[in-house]
């Protein structure tokens, strides 16, 4: 008789023995697998979609959208072969690999061609600009408006982006949610001039930013009203009350702490200090300003906890009802309403995603925290938004919540039998270490990746700064909420700037110490970075010992190729800066012409050396394995830079650096390496004019 087997059986089967290569290697990888301990396959298919991305965004030409549509369906049809096929369990486990490499390749393929809009080209004269003003966000050269474009004068209908930012340099008399009419000049947004660097023109092809520019004169109101359609409508009427919220907390919660306490309850930075901001940062607590996982746990997690305290005094539903799960709706709930009035950011929309998975796993009577929600999410945001996968933004939030749960995971069973972690230590205490300590390390690959540098008492301002925003802020902000209906919601937005005033005492202070920000001498390569990914999803996958071996089997690996990979030592960027590695190893950066392109963002506290007021000038620069080299700038109508080291002698000029998009001179044991990085492609978002 036929018996009827459930899918998954089979793994509890053992396959018939064979002959030739295909048993030998189903072999091989079920031993691996064995060993490794492995036991989350939901988690191993998020870990695949997100590699796929990786690969395409790694490619220099745009794939074919049918043949990436097929071969992620033979990839499907394979991997449900080898779930219904006994002959072919053994690689059930390869067939889901390929179903996510596969998936994620084609997912971000579909993604890019769906946000497809037009791009400014090349530089435009001045143009006569209307639209509705989306958001204001601070600039270092005045305000940047995010404009929705309504006309562009000159410009045909198929050839008007969708959006645009222009600068602002002049006070601002218009506010989100209005239109507006402005003279502009634009241009594309600008590409990258440094391998590695962040890829802002990628970025804004995704979110339909079809130009960047700035205002000549300032913006004036219109008289044309809301746009067509009632989601546009809606968004712009969402736009301009996030505004007005923002200001309104600002003025009540107090001049020193107002800026930082709008970011946090609506999203906008604008009217935060620049010395707070780059507090924040030098001390390692720029993840407050993000609305991400920590913001939206906070708003669920509180009302959730309310709710459901407050429904538990309510004997008959309490007795009749699981208080948990209308709880778990209302906090849904806010975390939605959340999203939307603190702007609707990609960090924002993926820590929503996040919280829907837990309050959903709740409603389901799962574990609400767990590695199986974890990958469900990180599935959902890489098949809805795949250019993410490439943002610190995601790889930093995905790297500390999956460490986090993996870690609280063992130590949940350490402590179920009766273990204590840190001895006498209380559990809140111990939590609160281990939680800085986990997730410092978790993102510090992704942090020296992009930034290159590391927040050195980062650990010792989130210890200061956390219990403040867990414990006081927090609750203050709930309080102010509570207490609104009742005209009183300013004395909790008070009280919730008096906690942010000693956030910010803390990060000045952390900021402040020798060396708070230390800048490595040496750039992290891709490869070690991927290493380093690795080592940190095999640490929350596998089991045990396995966790400690496979890690470190890559990051051996990953810190001799970081040691050996050769080091910048010269780049030239289209913003006309020259950036040199002087002898102490810092980059240092020289105004050498008048240019229009993008600095380099992970130099952008780069020291300003000395003007050159000679017609020749040599500064000495880092050598490697002792060799000596200098840079000699010749700083003429027509400059350029000669890099010597030893023998060897390489020429960059002004204009094969606005040509090329940028110059990169490195050093490696082979000498010195010229690296050009094209300003256009065969990629949607690099077009070329």
Known sequence: ?????????????????????????????????????????????????????????????????????????????????????????????????????????????????????????SETRPLMLEGWVREVEPGTKGDRL?????????????????????????????????????????????????????????????????????????????????????????????????????????????????????????????????????????????????????????????????????????????????????AAVAALIASFIYLIISGDSVSTQRAFIMSAVVFGAVLADRAALSLRSYAIAMILVELLQPESVMTPGFQMSFAASGALIATYDAWSRRRAEHERVLGATSYTWASLFVTS?????????????????????????????????????????????????????????RLFGYSLEAVLAIAHWCASLPSAAMTLPRAMPPMTLLLCSGAIACAMAARGVARIALASILLIPAGIGWLLAPDVIAHWAPSGDLFLKDERGQMTRYELAEGDGLAPLRYSDAMTGEECMEATCTIPLAGRSGQFAEAVINDRAEPHVTITSGEQSIRLSWQDTQDSGGLTVKAGRKGMTLEKVSACGNRPWRACP
Not at 29 to 54: E, M, Q, Y
Not at 82 to 110: E, F, M
Not at 461 to 477: K, R, Y
Request: hydrophobic letters at 50%.
């Open 437 to 493: 300590l986990v997730a410092g390390t978790a993102t510090a690959p992704f942090a020296i990746y992009h930034f290159d540098r590391v927040a050195a008492f980062g650990l010792l301002a989130n210890l200061l700064a956390m219990p403040i925003v867990t414990f006081v802020s927090a609750p203050f902000a709930a309080l102010s909420l509570i207490l609104t209906p009742f005209g009183l919601g300013d004395m909790g937005l």
């Open 1 to 121: 008789m036929l018996q009827m087997r459930r899918p998954g059986w089979e793994k509890h089967k053992v396959a018939p023995e064979g002959k030739g290569l295909a048993p030998a290697i189903a072999a091989v990888w079920t031993s691996l697998w064995s060993i490794a301990a492995i036991d989350s396959r939901p988690l191993l298919f998020a870990f695949s979609l997100c590699a796929g991305v990786v690969v395409y965004f790694s490619q220099q030409n745009e794939p074919a959208m049918g043949i990436c549509l097929l071969a992620t369906i033979s990839a499907g049809i394979f991997f449900l072969a080898t779930r219904w096929v006994w002959q072919l369990s053994r690689l059930n486990v390869p067939a889901l690999i390929l179903l996510g490499l596969t998936g994620g390749y084609t997912a971000a393929t579909v993604r890019t061609a769906t946000v497809a809009a037009p791009v400014i080209l």
């Open 146 to 326: 995010r404009i929705e474009v309504h006309a562009l004068s000159g410009l045909s209908a198929d050839e008007t982006p969708a959006y645009v930012r222009v600068t602002h340099r002049l006070n601002l008399n218009v506010a989100p949610g209005r239109f507006v009419r402005c003279f502009v000049v634009l241009r594309p947004p600008p590409s990258p001039s440094l391998q590695g660097d962040y890829d802002f023109r990628r970025q804004a092809w995704f979110e339909q930013l079809g130009g960047v520019g700035y205002v000549m004169g300032r913006c004036r109101g219109g008289p044309l009203g809301a746009p067509k359609g009632t989601l546009r409508q809606l968004s712009l009427e969402v736009s301009s009350f996030r505004r007005r919220l923002a200001e309104h907390v600002k003025d009540a919660a107090g001049e020193r702490a107002g800026g930082f306490a709008a970011a946090l309850v609506s999203g906008d930075r604008s009217f935060m200090a620049t010395e707070d901001q780059e507090a924040l940062r030098a001390s390692g607590l720029s993840h407050l300003l993000a609305i991400s996982g920590l913001h939206m746990a906070m708003v669920g997690g509180l009302v959730f906890l309310l709710v459901r305290r407050a429904l538990a005094f309510i004997e008959p539903l309490a007795l009749r009802v699981a208080v948990q799960k209308p």
